[in-house]
């Protein structure tokens, strides 16, 4: 009814709740695209994403409704404002009136759906057209849109469903945010072709997991590391029953020791995958009855992946030998929208070439030992410092800043900017001047001057220098 067509967005911004399923069948119906853009992001940086994708359709959920009309509202807007239809905040609640300050009334979502009986006009689909434009980052900092086809999903569906033995039965909370491919792809869509049950909560709670696990017997969870931790710590975990899970996977970044033990104490043994949203995610899978000493590791690549590792001339290296980790399978992204310079830097020559470094032992696992571009993992989410150098370098005390991660027990890393300029500024300052012009989980945690940038060659920071001296300890130097 509101003219969504074949090959046109519909964007959302919205917490996890059973709508956003509405609106991924219907696009692939109609032969259109979704494109969930996270609800954490702040209005400038929504607006950004919003130029790239150019909406048909727009659907927000009422806690970001003002965000959004602010989006709408900014001055770096160049796309044409599409209809927009309101969520309710609450299951049973009503989106309340809303009217721009131009004087636009959005459409409430009740009042948008079709009757159960009307009739849909179905269109040709191919596996080559796409169905998903899930947000990434960037080396620049920029937001880049994978692009997801219908056979590409499909196919990491039917890998994950034989690589880790999912089953009809089985029952999963859903704990990743429906932004991010850990939302879809990770067990969504594959207990959709399966028919199993994914249990949708609208914001995470550590103990509602737990509760949730128990109350629906839950057989399967995966999860960043950073809610593993907060299961763990949480005053319920002894107490809750864990027997009904099959398995456990921590993804998103490395899991600490200690957390893993914690859950082997519980009886259940937690393994670690790797993806990211240029490919799978679900690439890499363990044997039932992996060794423990192995748990540091992703395990082997699944049914329809390659994987190698390669210098930086592209030559396969051999094993023991850190290199970058390079994937190819047909659940491959197909590429970035509308950037073809970044797209050739990453599926250029029929491999995913993905930024981390790694090496095979002689058992054939796979061990993530880094990254090799200077973007960071916090709480699961993507932190490329020179998107956040820029904010920070518009503080009038700051003269010049590097970014650079350090060590977090909660999030397992957080920024710290090293600022060349006014000692006078406070953490508190800079994170007050941030608020609102990037996403919280971007804005440094800690603080640190230096009298001097340190530099590599005419004008180029050692950024490696400042990370050697700043990046191993969290305190203010």
Known sequence: DHGVGKGDRVAVVSRNRPELVDLYFATGKLGAVLAPLSHRLAPREIAEMLNDVEP???????????????????????????????L???????????????????????????????????????LSDPHLFLHTGGSTGLPKEVVQTHGGIAWNAFNTIISWGLRPDDVTPMVFPLFHTGGWNVLTIPFFHLGAT???????????????????DASVLVAVPAVLRFMVEDETWADTDLSSLRFAKSGGGPCRDAIIESWSQRGIDLSQGYGLTECGPNNFTVP?????????????????????VVDDDGAELAQGEVGE???????????????????????????????????????????????KKNMFVSGGENVFPPEVEDVVADHPKVEDVVVVPVPDDRWGEV????????????LEELQAFMEGRLASFKVPKHLAFVDAMPMSGPSKIDRQAIEDE???????A
């Open 325 to 371: 980790l390079e994937l190819a399978s047909p659940h491959a992204g197909d590429r970035y929208w509308r950037n073809p310079a970044e797209t050739e830097e990453t599926y250029g020559g029929g491999w995913v070439s993905t930024g981390d470094l790694a090496r095979v032992d002689d058992d054939g696992y796979y061990h993530i030992e880094g990254r």
């Open 415 to 426: 920024g710290k900017a090293v600022v060349e300029g006014d000692e006078t500024l406070t």
């Open 470 to 476: 700043f990046g191993g300890a969290a305190h203010e």
């Open 88 to 126: 309710p905040a609450d299951e049973m609640g009503e989106f309340e009136s809303y009217t721009t300050p131009a004087g636009e009334s959005w459409e409430p979502w009740p009042a948008a759906l079709p009757a159960d009986d009307a009739p849909v006009e179905s269109v040709e689909v191919a």
């Open 288 to 308: 039932d009855d992996f060794p423990r000493e192995k748990t540091d590791s992703i395990g082997k690549p699944g049914m329809y992946v390659d994987a190698r």
């Open 56 to 86: 048909g359709l727009l659907v927000v959920e009422r806690p970001f409704a003002d965000d959004l009309d602010e989006a709408l509202g900014h001055e770096e807007r160049t796309f044409d404002v599409p209809p927009v239809v309101g």
């Open 198 to 216: 994914v249990i949708i909560s609208r914001d995470f709670d550590a103990r509602q997991v737990l509760e949730l696990i128990e109350d629906y």
